[in-house]
């Protein structure tokens, strides 16, 4: 058994002692990290395959995006920058002013299991700013997490980048040491747990969790392109995803339009069983939580897309749902291939919907009306916002991604990673010095 300890006590030791100081020396092990991602790269996608059956994303593909961003900014985003002098008592002759960034000391990420090797994606840049990082995989991926702890030992010193394996008893353990900035994606629920332990040493937390998403759907909306978007959406790893269509909500006349839109998308996949793409339910407690949801809802089934409920294999085809807001699936999240349809009488009714309940991490508009759609991004609040689409906002290159309220706090996303694990620190040098970054 690792003694956790121990292991932070190292960590801290090589960060105290300026191991990670060097730019070059970052740099090279983001460049390790490469070595490992395209050399194993089969090996990790067939593991996530096995806990997942996921095969229409490559967790590496992406990860290398994120390491290939880091490796062309690293030295641009450590670089101090320099700002105007000005102010009463400062002088353009003989002050200056930088923002230097400097790194945290030691990172804890802990990670979900849907997209196991993306959401860690950000401790390339933890890495990247100078921090060392510990990873705690999700224990849902045994495959990906053993796998995984193995080949990042074999390529790095513990003492720099590590990976602990373990559930909740374990991270409970492990949270009781003192980090300098943690970084967790998962549930609301367990993110209590994740702040208590942390505001017990004062440890800045970044939370990347989730929440129940809209799709509203007006009376203007080109139901093709919704169509497109839940299928898109409900197809990428069974609905499994924080920002997936959580729920639709339209108006009467509306609703069995955008039911008969949605059956014929789903009814052309055939038995959705053998789509090569449909991830299956992750493991039994979540397979018998979903279909939990379908005994105990009052509202009715209006669809089911083609294949068998199938526990053995854990597959559900989706479902569409017709809900009251008092329904049992309109009370969480629900992280699956079922869809509720919520009918409310007019757009200001489904914007009080949204507005009087918890901040989602992503909302959804479908409309053809230029004001509408702004009325709907000014007047809700949510981690993000796509209009005529699902997801798109948040793989917008150079965009922050993250909730906000009870969807989560901070930013991520390339440059944004990078300040999140960074203080960015305000530097005045009076009498005529300058700052000697490269010494
Ligand atoms: P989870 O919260 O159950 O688990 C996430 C991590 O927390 C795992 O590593 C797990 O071992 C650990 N954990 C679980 N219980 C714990 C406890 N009591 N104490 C300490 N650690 C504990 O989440 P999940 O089921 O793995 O993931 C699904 C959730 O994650 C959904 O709500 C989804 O929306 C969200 N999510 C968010 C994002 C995002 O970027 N915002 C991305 C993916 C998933």
Same mark, same amino acid.
């Given at each position: 058994?690792?003694?956790?300890?121990? *292991?932070?006590?190292?960590?801290?030791?090589?960060?105290?002692?300026?191991?990670?100081?060097d730019?070059?020396?970052?740099k090279?092990?983001?460049?390790?990290?490469?070595?490992?991602?395209?050399?194993? =790269?089969?090996?990790?996608?067939?593991?996530?395959?096995?806990?997942?059956?996921r &095969?229409?994303?490559?967790?590496?593909?992406?990860?290398?995006?994120?390491?290939?961003?880091?490796? =062309?900014?690293?030295?641009?985003?450590?670089?101090?920058?320099?700002?105007?002098?000005?102010?009463?008592?400062?002088?353009?002759?003989?002050?200056?002013?930088?923002?230097v960034?400097?790194?945290?000391?030691?990172?804890?990420?802990?990670?979900?299991?849907?997209?196991p090797?993306?959401?860690?994606?950000?401790?390339?840049?933890?890495?990247?700013?100078?921090?060392?990082?510990?990873?705690?995989?999700?224990?849902?991926?045994?495959t990906? &997490?053993?796998?995984?702890?193995?080949?990042?030992?074999?390529?790095?010193?513990?003492?720099?980048?590590?990976?602990?394996?373990?559930?909740?008893?374990?991270?409970?353990?492990?949270?009781?040491?003192?980090?300098?900035?943690?970084?967790?994606?998962?549930?609301?629920?367990?993110?209590?747990?994740?702040?208590?332990?942390?505001? =017990?040493?004062?440890?800045?937390?970044?939370?990347?969790?989730?929440?129940?998403?809209p799709?509203?759907?007006?009376?203007?909306?080109?139901?093709?392109? *919704?169509?497109?978007?839940?299928?898109?959406?409900?197809?990428?790893?069974?609905?499994?995803?924080?920002?997936?269509?959580?729920?639709?909500?339209?108006?009467?006349?509306?609703k069995?339009?955008?039911?008969?839109?949605?059956?014929?998308?789903?009814?052309?996949?055939?038995?959705?069983?053998?789509?090569?793409?449909?991830?299956r339910?992750?493991?039994?407690?979540?397979?018998?939580?979903?279909?939990?949801?379908?005994?105990?809802?009052?509202?009715?089934?209006?669809?089911?897309?083609?294949?068998?409920?199938?526990?053995?294999?854990?597959?559900?085809?989706?479902?569409?749902?017709?809900?009251?807001?008092?329904?049992?699936?309109?009370?969480?999240?629900?992280?699956?291939?079922?869809?509720?349809?919520?009918?409310?009488?007019s757009?200001?009714?489904?914007?009080?919907?949204? =507005?009087?309940?918890?901040?989602? *991490?992503?909302?959804?508009?479908y409309?053809?009306n230029?004001?509408?759609?702004?009325?709907?991004?000014?007047?809700?609040?949510?981690?993000?916002?796509?209009v005529?689409?699902?997801?798109?906002h948040?793989?917008?290159?150079g965009?922050?991604?993250?909730?906000?309220?009870?969807?989560?706090?901070?930013?991520?996303?390339?440059?944004?990673?990078?300040?999140?694990?960074?203080?960015?620190?305000?530097?005045?040098?009076?009498?005529?010095?300058?700052?000697?970054?490269?010494?």
């Open positions: 058994m690792v003694s956790y300890t121990e *292991l932070v006590k190292k960590q801290r030791e090589f960060f105290l002692s300026g191991g990670t100081a730019i070059a020396g970052r090279k092990r983001i460049e390790t990290l490469k070595t490992l991602l395209t050399t194993h =790269k089969k090996e990790i996608d067939d593991a996530i395959f096995a806990d997942l059956h &095969s229409s994303f490559s967790d590496v593909d992406y990860t290398l995006m994120e390491v290939e961003g880091v490796l =062309k900014n690293i030295e641009e985003w450590n670089a101090p920058r320099k700002m105007p002098v000005s102010g009463p008592q400062l002088s353009a002759d003989s002050d200056s002013l930088y923002i960034p400097e790194p945290l000391g030691v990172v804890l990420v802990i990670s979900p299991w849907n997209f090797l993306t959401t860690s994606a950000p401790l390339v840049h933890a890495l990247a700013a100078g921090n060392t990082v510990i990873l705690k995989p999700s224990e849902l991926d045994p990906f &997490s053993s796998l995984f702890a193995k080949l990042v030992a074999k390529y790095f010193d513990e003492k720099e980048f590590t990976v602990v394996e373990g559930a909740a008893p374990e991270t409970t353990e492990l949270l009781k040491e003192r980090f300098d900035h943690i970084l967790y994606t998962g549930c609301p629920p367990v993110a209590k747990i994740i702040m208590a332990a942390a505001a =017990k040493h004062l440890t800045p937390v970044t939370l990347e969790l989730g929440g129940k998403n799709v509203v759907v007006d009376e203007s909306a080109d139901l093709s392109l *919704l169509a497109q978007g839940i299928v898109y959406a409900k197809l990428l790893n069974a609905g499994q995803i924080c920002i997936c269509a959580d729920y639709i909500v339209t108006t009467p006349s509306m069995p339009k955008v039911i008969a839109a949605l059956s014929t998308a789903f009814n052309s996949l055939g038995d959705m069983s053998k789509v090569k793409e449909n991830a339910i992750v493991n039994d407690r979540h397979f018998q939580r979903l279909i939990s949801l379908l005994q105990k809802t009052k509202g009715k089934v209006v669809y089911k897309a083609g294949g068998e409920i199938s526990q053995a294999e854990k597959f559900i085809p989706v479902h569409l749902i017709d809900v009251d807001a008092e329904d049992e699936f309109m009370q969480e999240e629900v992280f699956g291939p079922l869809l509720p349809i919520l009918t409310l009488p757009f200001d009714a489904a914007v009080q919907y949204i =507005k009087r309940n918890e901040k989602p *991490l992503a909302s959804y508009f409309t053809a230029d004001e509408q759609a702004t009325r709907f991004i000014k007047e809700t609040s949510s981690g993000g916002v796509t005529n689409g699902v997801m798109s948040a793989f917008a290159p965009a922050p991604f993250g909730g906000v309220g009870n969807s989560g706090t901070g930013r991520l996303n390339g440059k944004f990673s990078f300040d999140n694990f960074s203080h960015e620190k305000p530097v005045c040098l009076r009498a005529g010095l300058t700052y000697k970054h490269n010494l």
